[in-house]
């Protein structure tokens, strides 16, 4: 009886008291604060070239660059599949110049430093992507076996007198206007178009190199394929419309099963209320974006997770009108309805699963939270909930049927 | 709130599979006729939608739309303090800007959704959500197998998929349109109905094992009897869920009203086939099995 109310004041305590600034931190998805997403196809720009893995995740992180250099907060890029790249970008101001800097190719130059450059500017381009040969770029290691890049160049007699010219001083590589490493030095002259980048340079760092200069080589043209834009008081609207909904539903299923189960119905009601503030926190831990149709399989789930006390309850209430004890009432109902929802949450789970896999973009955050909180619902609904009876019984706190809402007259002679 | 006396749920089943070939058979032809009312994520186009700050009325709208000049007539629908202008053929940024700025002439406090999607992205959409439909069901015939029979396993199937071509029917005859959201919505109705299906299968099973039923009789008997057992929990879990959907719907924001509605209506179909349609027809398939009916076809 005292691990009851221990367990529940403290739950309690935790939940009223961290509540608010969970939800504060809840990350919130386009949808709800509005700013736009951008599904883009990449396809090389010319005709005959491929498509390379690296080549669409240094798209996609020159892509990441610019958009916090237009100043706007946290975009999220992500390649999908093996050509696409997603880009979700909040507060916005300028939508349409965000999104044209955004289609423009990513531009690769090697720079040396012009006349009247202050130390570390560089604004005199050497060399543009175009004059590197596609594909040629990569990784290699010399004599004491440290990585360094090698480079060719389509031009020989340009690449030559670009070396005699700058022997000696730096040649710095950007992307767009993002500077890559320290400036190399030129320390030879060079007659056959190829080179080589050293300095000092972990793997890491010089495969990074190797796969921008093929990518400023071989640009990539992204197209738009699916796009969506939410004013942010319209989000706004609709974070405010559908948790409304949710609340008022919420309040008239518990109100609902207090009503039906009684004292196991406020027992059952806070376990309810328990799954969902685990399940806030769970999306404040793992940082989960909270979308729209997020927020509907929220409030779904909560109807589903009812049903699990649901299934106890009226098993336990048959139990008794068998004519058992309450105790042993309780206890065979605990057991039976635990294997009839693990099966029933197990198929669901399954339906969720393949959401997840095949899904994409609002399908697949929906399938997880689905799975996330019916997990959670098995802890709290069944696990949690079967205790917290088990131990008020135990206690003697429940010793009528009538507290169970079953009439004396209904039960049968054993 | 007990029935003291057993309905004959089995018996009472044959006119409700009159009730659903019905349904199906019109849901097919309205599918073969007219197809569904597709939203931009399923056809290619752009849909602008505008929170206002006022209500307008179209003749207000339309200078506006003829100022940004954008060609095709799009399909307007107002409603209050609300306009969603409906394109055929994509805007491109400009063009959706130049709309934005027109509008916004009318109503500085305008506040915009624009969804433009391609073609290829749509239909990989649907064929997505298909196989998901059938791979979930895959899985579920399986797991069902495992743990109870195949005949419960086949049985739960043809309800799941009666389930979602009740709401893909439905909202073909009465055009409601179907986007994104509707296929979550419909996966959603397959996991609760397949939920709600299992719990009365179990109940099934659990019974089988008490005593042998040697005949027809018997069995029908014992699904009557399961069904009933297990009636007041699957009607306040679907009215506890139904709550939940019909809050969203009414209450819930504009972009998920067909989302809810479609769950809405899923539940309802979900509830009525794991009572109607899943344990009768799990009882047809038995009857078929080879004399003499074992009384434990399955352990857990």
């Known amino acids: ?414 | 709130m007990r029935f003291k006396k057993e309905l004959d749920f089995v018996h009472l089943s044959k006119f409700f599979y009159i009730f659903s070939i019905a349904i199906t058979v019109a849901g097919l032809v309205f599918l073969a006729t007219f197809g569904l009312n597709y939203s931009v994520d399923f056809k290619a186009g752009s849909n602008v939608d505008v929170a206002l700050s006022k209500s307008i009325t179209l003749a207000q709208l339309q200078p506006a739309l003829d100022e940004a000049g954008i060609g095709h007539d799009p399909t307007i629908t107002i409603g209050d303090q609300r306009v969603n202008i409906r394109y055929d053929e994509e805007l491109d940024d400009t063009q959706s800007e130049t709309l934005k700025a027109a509008i916004t002439k009318i109503d500085d406090q305008a506040s915009f959704e624009v969804n433009t999607v391609d073609t290829e992205m749509a239909k990989e959409l649907a064929r997505n959500a298909i196989y998901s439909v059938l791979l979930s069901s895959i899985g579920i015939i399986i797991y069902v197998s495992i743990r109870f029979e195949w005949r419960f396993a086949l049985a739960s199937i043809v309800a799941l998929l009666h389930d979602a071509f009740m709401v893909v029917a439905v909202f073909s005859i009465f055009r409601l349109e179907v986007d994104i959201t509707f296929i979550v919505a419909v996966l959603t109705i397959i996991g609760y109905s397949i939920n709600d299906t299992i719990v009365i299968f179990d109940r099934i099973r659990e019974n089988l094992r008490f005593g042998k039923q040697r005949s027809y009789e018997d069995l029908k008997a014992l699904v009557n009897k399961s069904v009933s057992q297990t009636l007041m929990r699957s009607l306040y879990t679907a009215f506890t869920v139904f709550i939940a959907a019909f809050f969203l719907l009414i209450m819930g924001g504009e972009s998920i009203k067909m989302f809810s509605l479609a769950m809405v209506i899923g539940l309802l179909f979900g509830a009525y086939s794991s009572i109607f349609i899943a344990s009768p027809l799990w009882l047809l398939l038995k009857k078929r099995q080879k004399t003499p009916v074992k009384s434990n076809p399955a352990k857990a």
């Open chain 1, 1 to 414: 009886m005292l691990s009851f109310i221990i367990t529940v004041v403290v739950l309690t305590g935790v939940m009223g008291f961290t509540t608010p600034g969970l939800l504060d931190k809840v990350r919130l998805g386009l949808d709800l604060k509005g700013g736009f997403e951008i599904l883009y196809h990449a396809e090389p720009m010319d005709t005959g070239g491929t498509l390379t893995r690296a080549s669409l995740q240094k798209t996609a992180e020159s892509l990441e660059k610019r958009a916090n250099a237009l100043g706007t907060s946290e975009p999220e890029v992500t390649t999908e599949g093996t050509d696409r790249i997603r880009l979700k970008i909040a507060g916005v101001t300028d939508e349409a110049e965000v999104r044209k800097k955004m289609k423009e190719p990513a531009v690769l130059t090697f720079r040396s430093a012009a006349d009247g450059d202050a130390p570390g500017v560089f604004s005199k381009i050497e060399l543009v992507g175009s004059d590197f040969v596609e594909g040629a770029a990569d990784v290699q290691r010399d004599n004491l076996n440290r990585p360094e890049i090698s480079i060719s160049i389509k031009d020989k007699d340009k690449f030559a007198e670009i070396t005699e010219r700058l022997l000696g001083k730096q040649l710095a590589i950007y992307l767009d206007e993002t500077l890559l490493s320290d400036p190399p030095y030129v320390r030879a002259v060079l007659t056959d178009g190829k080179a080589s980048i050293s300095g000092g340079y972990t793997l890491d760092e010089a495969r990074e190199i190797a796969d921008t200069i093929n990518l400023g080589a071989l640009p990539l043209k992204l197209t738009e394929k699916y796009s969506q834009s939410v004013g942010a008081t319209l989000g706004k609207q609709s974070l405010d419309q559908t948790v409304r909904a949710g609340i008022v539903g919420s309040l008239i299923i518990l109100v609902f099963m207090m009503f039906m189960y009684r004292l196991p119905g406020v027992l059952a009601s806070f376990a309810l209320i328990l799954h969902t503030w685990l399940l806030i926190l769970v999306f404040v831990i793992a940082d989960f974006t909270l979308t729209l149709p997020g927020i509907a399989a929220f409030i779904l789930g909560i109807g589903m997770a009812v049903d699990a006390n649901i299934i106890t309850n009226e098993r336990i209430r048959e139990e008794m009108r068998s004519g058992k004890s309450i105790l042993s009432s309780v206890k065979a109902g605990n057991k039976t309805s635990f294997r009839t929802v693990m099966d029933a949450n197990v198929t669901t789970i399954i339906v969720a699963a393949v959401m997840f896999a095949f899904g994409t973009g609002a399908v697949k955050g929906f399938a997880l939270i689905l799975i996330v909180e019916i997990v959670l619902s098995i802890v709290t609904n069944l696990y949690f909930a079967h205790w917290l009876l088990t131990v008020l019984v135990k206690a003697g706190a429940l010793k009528k049927p009538k507290q169970f809402g079953v009439k004396e007259s209904d039960i049968s002679a054993l």
